[in-house]
Nanobody, 115 residues
């Protein structure tokens, strides 16, 4: 099983980034997918989740209206489109696959929002 995040980097406040998480080694279309983040010195926190077929999404209040989670089951990939980025969005972003209590995590991608 592999989850490989990409798309992180340095961006100015107000900018945008799109993160991707490519999955392999399991039946991607049967798993709910989510994004979490962890800032330095803080606990990992939930960001967004999408159901296995993409019909349902949910977001943390801190990113609602700015971030959009989506998935392409044909490409085994989940995305996180981030807009209007703020310095407090700086963190390592992780994707997670979850189904019936079984979960897998990626290694994370760094997002830094700074001028």
């Amino acid at each position: 099983v592999q989850l490989v995040e990409s798309g992180g980097g340095l961006v100015q406040p107000g900018g945008s980034l799109r993160l991707s998480c490519a999955a392999s080694g399991f039946t991607f279309s049967t798993y709910g997918m989510s994004w979490y983040r962890q800032a330095p010195g803080k606990e990992r926190e939930f960001v967004a989740i999408i159901s296995n077929v993409g019909g349902s999404t949910n977001y943390a209040d801190s990113v609602k209206g700015r971030f959009t989670i989506s998935r392409d089951n044909a490409k085994n990939t989940v995305y996180l489109q981030m807009s209007s980025l703020k310095p407090e969005d700086t963190a390592v972003y992780y994707c997670k696959a979850n189904r019936l209590g079984r979960s897998y995590w990626g290694q994370g991608t760094q997002v830094t929002v700074s001028s």
